[in-house]
């Protein structure tokens, strides 16, 4: 009984920061999605096309159940990186359906197994896993760069969130400089410490 509760919390909370990612990318032009803001190059468009790069491999290749659809190598050295964004070529849409396939197909796994079922990461330390591993890694890589974009978003716009009902959006200027000089000043203050 457990294990299937396990199993549909885990599943539920999936689809959800899947959402959450796309949701990231709601309103915004192509410039914003695509545009390198960090030094690494991180972007919103990018990141969405790196989970599914991912997610098609855990739960396809790691269960013997391979997503049908080409997707960047990540043991290609020529193309080291490039699930991390998106060139001219792409577009949007073209990222986010194949996210969304992506998603249907993991959903497919993750629904005929059980979550004891085995799988094989030959990337891995200890490569012999179960579903439930595997759930749980990609959960918490998926909410992990959920987070990266939610840093992303209000770089370009001051919104914040994991979906659009409980969006925080910043317009208060004076009340966010005020906010961040308060916190800078602590910084300071604690600077040798």
């Known amino acids: 009984m457990i294990d299937e509760f396990a199993k549909e919390y885990l599943h539920g909370e999936l689809r959800q920061m899947r959402e959450a990612m796309l949701w990231k990318l709601d309103g915004l032009g192509g410039y914003d999605i695509r545009r390198p803001l960090t030094a690494t190059g991180t972007n919103l468009l990018g990141l969405v096309k790196h989970l599914s790069v991912w997610e098609s491999r855990y739960f396809g290749e790691v269960f013997d159940r391979p997503f049908p659809e080409p997707l960047p190598r990540w043991d290609d050295s020529a193309e080291h990186g490039a699930d991390m964004w998106a060139p001219e070529h792409e577009t949007r849409e ?3 359906d194949r996210y969304r396939r992506v998603g249907e197909h993991s959903d497919a796994t993750i629904t005929v197994l059980a979550i004891d079922s085995p799988g094989h990461v030959p990337w891995w ?3 012999d896993v179960k579903l439930f591993n595997i759930l749980v890694h990609v959960l918490t890589e998926t909410s992990r760069h959920a987070g990266h974009a939610d840093i992303l978003r209000e770089q370009l716009d001051g919104s914040t969130g994991t979906h659009a009902a409980y969006a925080i959006v910043q317009h208060d200027a004076a009340l966010q400089e005020a906010r961040h000089a308060k ?9 040798s410490r």
Do not use: K, L, S, T
């Open 183 to 191: 916190i800078e000043r602590a910084a300071r203050i604690n600077e």
């Open 125 to 127: 330390p200890r490569p």
């Open 94 to 96: 073209e990222i986010i």
